[in-house]
């Protein structure tokens, strides 16, 4: 019996003992042994990068970059709207070329440069317009007797000079501004139409004929844009906002450029009847590309 009692309040003290060490350890700040490493099991999974092979990462990299491209282009695409009417035109005459194995007859009976000269004096005619505006409200008070003595006298004065000065200065201001745009679309489409806007099946008729342009008195010394109709301006509208954009040009100067392109195709649909006018032939032997 003595035995067990000595066994049995070992065995307490033990107990007391290892209780006294747990809660130490505890105070101390010391977990258990097993939890601890399973934690840090738990925070190296958490933390763990995750590791991709050297293609993988290309891959990423690429689908990011175009996806990029896309929207981009996506947003240029969307700074020229084309009308439904003017959409079908490309659309009928990329059938005759590319399906019926036809081109343009050239030089085109209404030419870029005709299209644009019209245009351009329809602006012109429109800002004639808005400065006869103030004159003829001027002579309207003219009539009226009870301020005719008013208006005399800040003729008089050179009022009325200073008042026309500022008229033609607007005018002439916003007519080189008109001027400037058609001039530089004119260079725009005869820099891009060999390189950017002719279909497969025309480049060898456009070769053809810089060969022979020389001997041919309707070709000799005109720029493309005395040469091609409209039908490949609507081209390069879908073409110019990446021109632009590789031009670098400032924001505030691409909006105008945009605002004034979106003013000319609305032209273009108005007069569509008169100006869209192009006819069609078969490919000479000479313009065929192997």
Known sequence: DRGGEVSNDNFEGE????????????????????????????????????????????REIGL???????????????????PFTLKKVMVEEWEIISQCAMVPNLPAS??????????LESKIDMLRLKQKGPTAGIE???????KKHHIQNK???GDGKHIDNDMNGDFENEKQEWVDMV???????????????????????HTAMMRSSSKDTNLEGKCMSEIYGCEHLLRLFIRLPALIDESGLP??????????????VRFLQKEQAELFTQSYRKLRHNEIVI
Do not use: C, H, W
């Open 140 to 146: 309207a008070e003219n009539q009226n007797k009870g």
């Open 64 to 82: 990011r970059e175009r996806d990029l491209e896309s929207r981009r282009k996506q947003n240029l695409a969307e700074k020229i709207v084309l």
């Open 251 to 264: 924001e505030m100067e691409t909006r105008k450029i945009y605002a004034k392109i979106g003013d000319l």
């Open 15 to 58: 107990k007391e003992a290892r209780t006294k060490q747990r809660k130490r350890k505890s105070e101390k700040g010391e977990e258990n042994p097993k939890t601890d490493t399973s934690v840090k099991k738990n925070q190296q999974k958490k933390v763990k990068p995750m590791r991709m092979s050297k293609k993988e990462i290309e």
């Open 183 to 205: 001039d530089g679309l004119s260079l725009y489409f005869d820099q891009a139409l060999p390189t950017r806007l002719l279909f497969k099946q025309e480049i060898g008729q």
């Open 110 to 119: 209404v030419t870029v440069k005709d299209a644009l000269s019209k245009y």
């Open 155 to 157: 003729v008089d004065s």
